[in-house]
């Protein structure tokens, strides 16, 4: 691992942080409805916090930039920075307090950090592949028991935007969450992800969801010790994710049983 990584994950975290503030001072019309193209829902503040973190990414780093509301911008390097400015945005508009804001930095499709800031608790999570994750400064792993088992596990999911609504998907989720204890649709990736590296749950997927929801949170799930699993990346940036404690708690490993 580059000796300079912790000084990208320091970048990536000051920035959450200004992002954090701006939210703190946010207008009134911000959880106000921006879009909406089917299920996905694009509200003001997420524009006005896109524009702090990339301002601030710029400021410390030359790297592309993958942003979900602007797309990419092109920089220098083969790492490149993914981001979400809030995860859980209609959470947020609803005055639901399960949203945070979300920086990945990636090489090849592989996460090599990720910082994920949950503004409502103050929980500022980050890792490093290859050298550990914390929360607040204080380490994290992922649940280790040797007995795991589904039926006693907690699966978070979700359904994406762009996820096909069909019968046939349905019952193949249907399949899939009936093999876990408990089931939680939080409705913030990112979030889920760090529950997963910080032992709160066990299992993660999700189809079909976006790269910058899950960009963060997988390198804090690799850096806390977890296993991760992707399809291919497609050309709008969807992709089918699993994380879990253990390979054998991956979703794919389950429902192969």
């Not at 999570?125 to 088992?149: M, P, T, Y």
């Not at 009936?178 to 649709?185: A, L, N, Y």
């Not at 949170?217 to 992709?239: N, P, T, Y």
């Amino acid at each position: 691992m580059r000796a300079d990584r912790h000084k990208e994950l320091e970048l990536a975290e000051t920035t959450c942080k200004a992002a954090q503030a701006r939210l703190a001072e946010m207008p009134c019309d911000a959880t106000e409805l921006d879009s909406s193209i089917g299920r996905e829902w694009k509200i003001k503040a997420d524009k006005l916090l896109e524009s702090v973190i990339i301002s601030n990414l710029r400021k410390g780093s030359d790297y592309p930039i993958l942003s979900e509301e602007s797309g990419v911008h092109k920089g220098a390097g083969e790492e490149y920075w993914i981001v979400d400015p809030l995860d859980g945005s209609a959470n947020f508009s609803r005055g639901l307090p399960i949203y945070c804001i979300s920086i990945g930095l990636w090489k090849n499709n592989q996460p090599i950090l990720g910082v994920v800031l949950d503004p409502y608790n103050e929980q500022l999570f980050s890792g490093i592949v290859g050298d550990g994750a914390k929360c607040n400064g204080c380490e994290i792993q992922v649940r280790k028991k040797i007995d795991l088992d589904p039926s006693s596990s907690i699966l978070c999911t979700g359904f994406p935007a762009g996820l096909d609504h069909s019968k046939k998907n349905l019952d193949n989720i249907v399949s899939l969450i009936s093999r876990f204890g408990k089931v939680r649709m939080l409705g913030s990736a990112a979030l889920m992800l760090c529950y997963v590296a910080s032992g709160r749950c066990d299992s993660y997927w999700e189809r079909q969801i976006r790269l910058w929801d899950v960009a963060a949170g997988l390198a804090i799930v690799v850096s806390a010790g977890g296993q991760i699993k992707l399809s291919k990346i497609s050309e709008d940036f969807r992709v089918d994710v699993e994380a879990a404690c253990a390979t054998r708690m991956l979703a794919s490993r389950i429902n192969a049983k």
